[in-house]
């Protein structure tokens, strides 16, 4: 699903961290070596037909890196 992030993400938690995140070689080979952690939070996105509405997002960050792989778990409202 193709989506825009248009605020700051809000409530953000680390679901996962080292080991624990099940695609880290994926992570490492696509991306390059470094902590991945798992995270989510709110925020607000514009999707693919043009709708906004707020959302709980899903994506893996590693410092020096950044944030990649964003995904939309649940459209709240």
């Known amino acids: 699903m193709e989506f825009e992030i248009l605020g ?3 409530d953000v938690e680390t679901i996962a961290s080292g080991y624990s995140v099940h695609i880290r070689r ?7 070596k470094g902590r991945w952690r798992k ?3 709110l925020t607000t ?3 693919a037909d043009g709708s906004i509405c707020k959302a709980e997002i899903h ?3 590693a410092h020096g890196i950044g ?3 964003f995904k939309i778990k649940k459209i709240i409202s």
Do not use: C, P, S
């Open 59 to 61: 994506w893996f960050e």
């Open 8 to 10: 700051d993400i809000q």
């Open 67 to 69: 944030r990649k792989d």
């Open 26 to 32: 994926y992570l490492e080979r696509t991306y390059g």
């Open 39 to 41: 995270m989510k939070g």
């Open 45 to 47: 996105v514009q999707l």
